[in-house]
C-alpha cells in the first residue's frame, strides 16, 4: 500500500505507547506516505511519544486532552500554522473511570457517565467541528469502536453505551459533512491488549474467548487495524462513509460458542 496516502496530511490522537491501535495507525499512514502529526495526551506520555513520532518522521503538535477543549483549539491552530490544510484526523481514544468497568452497568454514577461519554464520544464530534474548516480538498475522519456498542459484554458497562453513541455519531457526521466531501467512518476492532484494555476486568478471558469463537481462530493485530484505517482514509473508499467496519477476525457474525473449537 506503499503511496496510498501520498501527498495527505493527517492528525492521529491518541498514541500512549508502541502498544496503542493508534500507533499501530500511524505506522501504517506513514508506510503508505501520509504527512503525520501526533499529540499527547499528559506531559507524563510525552516522552513516549517524541521518539516513536521521531521513528515515522511526524511532527508533535503538543498535548491534547480532550476534556480540556482549550487544548484541542490549540493542536489545530498548530496544524494550521504547519500545513495550513488537513486531510484526516484520526481519534483513538476513550476513558472511563476503572472501578465503573467491573461489575454492573446499573452502578454507573452520573459524574463517570458524563465523563465518559464527553471523552469517548462528544471529543470525536468536537475534532470534527475543528477540522471541518481546514479539510477544504474533502477529508476523512476515524474514530474507533468495538463490539460492546452492539451487544452487552462483560464489563464493558459504560464504555459500551459511549461507543453505541459515538457509532450513532459516526452516521449523523457523515450524513452533515458529507457535502464537503468528508468521508466520517469507524473501524470496530477486535479485543487488543493495550493500556486501555488492560482496564476492562476479565480482558485475559475476552482475548481467549475470542481467539477460540472468532471465524479466523486468533485475535487481530495493531497492524491489521492500522492497514484497514489506510484504506478508510485513502482514495480507494471514496465511496465510504457511514460505515462501522469490523476488523475483528470475523468475531461479530459469531452467534454461539463454536464447541469444535473449544479448548479440549
Ligand atoms: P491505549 O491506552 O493505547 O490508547 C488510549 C488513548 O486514549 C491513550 O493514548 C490515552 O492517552 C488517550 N486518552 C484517554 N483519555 C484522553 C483524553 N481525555 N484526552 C486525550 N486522549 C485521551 O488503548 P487502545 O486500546 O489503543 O485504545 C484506542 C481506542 O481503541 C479507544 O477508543 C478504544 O476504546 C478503542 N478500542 C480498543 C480495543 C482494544 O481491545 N484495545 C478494541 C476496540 C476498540
Redesign the pocket.
Known sequence: FAGLLKGKKGLI?????N??????IAKACADAGAELAL????EA?EKRVRPLAADIGATVVGR?????PE?MDAVFAEIEKLWGRLDFVV?????SDKDQLDGRYVETTLENFQMSLN??CY?FTALAQRAERLMTDGGSLL??????AEKWMPHYNV?GVA?AA?EASVRYLAADLGVKNIRVNA????????????G?GD?RY?LRWNEYNSPLRRVVT?EEVGETAVYLLSPMARGVSGEVLHV?AGYHVVGMMNPAAAPK
Open positions: 490522537l491518541g498514541v500512549a505507547n502498544r496503542s491501535i493508534a500507533w499501530g499529540t499527547y495526551q499528559i506520555l491534547c486532552d480532550v476534556s480540556e487544548t481519534h483513538c481514544l476513550a476513558y471523552i469517548s471529543s474514530t474507533l469502536t468495538y463490539y460492546g464504555m461507543k459515538l473501524i470496530s476492532a477486535g479485543p487488543i491488549k493495550t493500556m486501555a484494555a488492560s476492562i480482558f475476552i495493531i475483528d
